[in-house]
């Protein structure tokens, strides 16, 4: 008579086949979450033809720095108040200079085409955006800028 051993299987094509499984779905998941993000950041807030917004600009060896009371018109600051040192300075010299929101957001997607390292933004409850973070190379020095958005009033 034969005798016949059990010899225990490896576990690791199982653990193989569950971490495959587990980086797929995972995958998938921040696939589709990053278009559910794009979406909403495409969709969810449509400048309006008059808004007044405060804008601080930090970061990076830049000519727009510091904080600004903003009032746009038909797709264009037409009021720009430097509310401190910095923008007063910048006001001065170059009162074009500072952007409406949908610039701020064209400046988004003009990194991002760019394949900057960093472009991102966050968004309020009610679609516009309240901060944006760029950084075209994480390698270099001085030229990333943050812009925060706040006293976001659309006109009537």
């Known amino acids: 008579m034969r005798s ?4 225990p299987r490896s576990a690791l094509p199982h653990l193989v086949l569950i971490a495959g499984l587990v980086w797929s779905t995972a995958a998938c998941q921040e696939e589709a979450e990053s278009g559910a993000a794009a979406q909403a950041e495409s969709t969810a807030w449509k400048e ?41 300075d910048v006001v001065r010299r170059s009162p074009g200079a500072v952007p409406t929101i949908g610039g701020l957001l064209k400046e988004l997607k003009q990194a991002r085409r760019d394949g900057a390292d960093t472009a991102e933004a966050e968004y309020s409850t009610t679609g516009y955006p309240r901060s944006i973070t760029l950084d075209w190379s994480a390698n270099a020095v001085d030229d990333e800028a943050r812009y925060v958005i706040s006293d976001y009033v659309a006109a009537h």
């Open 4 to 7: 016949v051993r059990l010899v």
């Open 48 to 88: 309006p033809s008059a808004y007044t917004y405060t804008l601080k600009s930090t970061g990076g060896e830049r000519l727009l720095i510091g904080t600004f009371r903003v009032t746009v018109r038909e797709g264009r600051a037409v009021r720009v108040v430097g509310l401190d040192e910095e923008s007063r």
